[in-house]
């Protein structure tokens, strides 16, 4: 692991007086996986959407690499190699998973600009858009509106886009929200395997699934750091516990409990 | 089902295109060829509207920007028709570029009134401009003129006037059957997700704006040569509002539901027109009401809607998409119970 491949410095976002994100530094080593935590309110999902170019930041910079990304559009952020899912899935209804992997892989081809040729032009990405979908275990379903899968198979299409675009560093905003046990189990299996040659950077509140997961952790409160490090130093750290206390202590027992099992 | 569906196609388009050749013989001709005119403008509209996920209140101004571009290239220049028609066009499009750009930023309602706002203000130029534009009485003696051919009578004016029509149909139906046409729905069902992956939301925006104007001012233009002169009526705001009241009427999103709308529309006020009535807003208003009401997704749609639930009642094979995505919903009941 080398220096940050993403890097936030200073970062604020004030709504109306309210500081959401209050001063946020934060190094993402290349390569790793990255978790930010934190209670409800902490300025988890306002931070990714700073980093995702969704939100300009009041004050502060963001870096990818050697780059600046302080200000970009999120569909610039998006070609420059930092894709994210959405924490409330976030399809087009009326499209087939099939058709949504040919609108990821079509992007940056020019190709999504001819509207005077048939649409069967997007086919040229069919054979990439099954092999992604059969990666995360939809290719059962290629063919029928997104609108109709199952909330599970949603998410994973929603994962599924993300890969698409192959970026250099993946966002996933609580990837297994709302999920049952298995597709728990399921998606993090699957960010072990996509998190070859990139970096991942997520929001997660199971923290059994951050344990399995996360080389570096950040703990948020008040749209401030208030630690980081492993997790196993970070679950003992008091100030997190203190954190967490009467929010959902028993939420990250069991997730240890888990792992011991 | 996948057998009829194919087969319908083409039962479909054969059967539009003998309405499209019949018309006149069926209609006063004059009335044929605005039916027509007015298909087409309601299908351009329905490229934004039902495809893109935008309601234009101002189409008002290219459909009669270029009706009057169109009558002056022909009053001034004496070219063949065509040539005043695509000109027409040519001008919307044009026209649509600065209006576009300062308005598909904008969402629902706002881009609404945006659109609305800057179609008033070609109305209060056409208006004012008397010298090029005629001011209230319209620009007259429109000249219908073909390399010397004789096309006075309205009859043969609609065959002259149909291909026009029918290149702007097909050009609306190959868009929304484009790469680009695939992305401008996605834009409609969640232009945050778009943008994530990595598409310049406004600029395809902008683009689909930019193409319903031209064809809008197509359809336009055609008319004004048609009926010899350009009104005013033609960029006041009840003309962008009879147009995405026959998108509605035919069904949003629909393409070919427009056309029907359209006919439906230009129809009733003529016949009630020429009954002597002259209250047609109240009619067509109400009309409208109780389609809305009762076909909430438009005549068009509905229609579509009830043959598609037929056919799956038909073939027990078709619901089984729906029924495994049933079968596979106690995922969310889970997700729930936590």
Redesign the interface.
């Known amino acids: 692991m080398d220096g940050p491949v993403l890097r936030a410095q200073g970062l604020v976002k004030e709504f109306r007086g309210f500081r959401a994100v209050d001063g946020v530094d934060l190094d993402v080593a290349d390569g790793s996986v990255h978790a930010l935590v934190g209670p409800n309110g902490a300025g988890k999902t306002t931070l990714f959407n700073l980093l995702?170019g969704?939100l300009k930041p009041s004050a502060g910079r963001i870096q990818l690499g050697d780059r600046n990304l302080t200000g970009r559009?999120?569909?610039q952020v998006?070609?420059l190699g930092v894709?994210?899912s959405?924490q409330i899935t976030?399809?087009?209804?009326?499209?087939t998973p099939r058709?949504h992997l040919?609108?990821?892989l079509?992007?940056?081809s020019g190709?999504?600009?001819?509207?005077?040729?048939?649409?069967r032009?997007?086919d040229r990405f069919s054979v990439r858009a099954m092999e992604l979908l059969d990666q995360v275990g939809l290719a059962a379903?290629a063919h029928?509106p997104a609108g109709?899968?199952?909330?599970?198979?949603k998410r994973a299409l929603e994962l599924a886009?993300?890969l698409?675009?192959d970026p250099k560093v993946l966002l996933l905003d609580e990837p297994t929200a709302?999920?049952?046990v298995e597709?728990i189990d399921r998606t993090v299996d699957l960010v072990q395997k996509v998190r070859q040659g990139r970096t991942v950077v997520l929001v997660e509140h199971n923290m059994n699934v951050v344990s399995r997961l996360a080389d570096q952790v950040t703990v948020l409160q008040n749209g401030r750091v208030l630690a980081e490090g492993p997790y196993d130093e970070i679950r003992d750290d008091p100030r997190v516990i203190a954190a967490y206390l009467g929010e959902a202590p028993a939420d990250a027992g069991g997730g240890d409990a888990h792992v011991a099992n | 089902m996948i057998l009829s569906k194919l087969a319908a196609r083409p039962v479909l388009l054969l059967f539009g295109l003998v309405a499209a050749f019949a018309l006149p013989w069926l209609i006063y001709p004059p009335v044929a060829m605005d039916i027509a005119c007015w298909a087409l403008f309601a299908a351009a509209l329905d490229l934004l509207l039902g495809f893109t996920g935008l309601l234009s209140f101002g189409h008002a101004a290219f459909w009669g920007g270029a009706a009057y571009a169109a009558g002056l290239i022909a009053v001034h220049w004496g070219v063949p028709f065509p040539v005043a028609v695509l000109g027409g066009a040519l001008f919307a499009a044009v026209l649509a570029v600065p209006i576009g750009y300062l308005s598909v930023r904008l969402r629902g309602i706002y881009f609404a009134m945006v659109t609305l706002a800057f179609a008033q203000m070609v109305y209060f130029v056409v208006n004012q401009w008397r010298d090029l534009t005629g001011g209230e009485n319209g620009l007259q003696g429109v000249p219908r003129e073909f390399f010397g051919m004789d096309l006075s009578d309205p009859f043969f004016f609609y065959y002259a006037g149909l291909p026009f029509v029918l290149l702007g149909l097909f050009a609306v139906w190959?868009?929304v059957?484009?790469?680009?046409?695939?992305?401008l729905?996605?834009i409609r069902?969640?232009p945050?997700?778009?943008?994530?992956?990595?598409?310049?939301?406004e600029r395809y925006k902008l683009?689909a704006f930019v193409?319903s104007a031209g064809l809008s001012g197509l359809a336009g233009g055609l008319y004004a040569i048609s009926h010899g002169f350009a009104s005013l009526h033609e960029v006041y705001w009840t003309t962008s509002g009879q147009a995405v009241m026959a998108v509605v009427l035919g069904g949003i999103g629909t393409l070919w539901g427009g056309a029907i709308g359209a006919a439906l529309i230009v129809e009733l006020n003529d016949y009630l027109a020429t009954a002597g009535f002259t209250e047609t807003g109240l009619v067509t208003g109400g009309i409208f009401v109780v389609i809305v009401l009762v076909f909430r997704r438009g005549v068009w749609g509905t229609a579509r809607d009830l043959i598609a639930a037929r056919a799956a009642r038909r073939s027990p094979a078709a619901g089984t998409?729906?029924a495994?995505?049933q079968v596979?919903?106690p995922?969310?009941q889970?997700?729930t119970a936590?």
């Open positions: 995702t969704f559009r999120p569909e998006a070609r894709a994210r959405f976030s399809l087009f209804a009326q499209l058709e040919q609108l990821a079509a992007g940056g190709i999504t600009w001819r509207f005077w040729r048939s649409d032009a997007l379903q029928i109709t899968l199952a909330y599970g198979r886009l993300a698409a675009l709302g999920m049952g597709d | 190959r868009i059957r484009s790469p680009f046409g695939r992305v729905v996605s069902d969640n945050a997700r778009a943008q994530a992956l990595g598409y310049p939301v683009l193409l998409d729906s495994a995505a596979e919903a995922d969310r889970e997700v936590r």
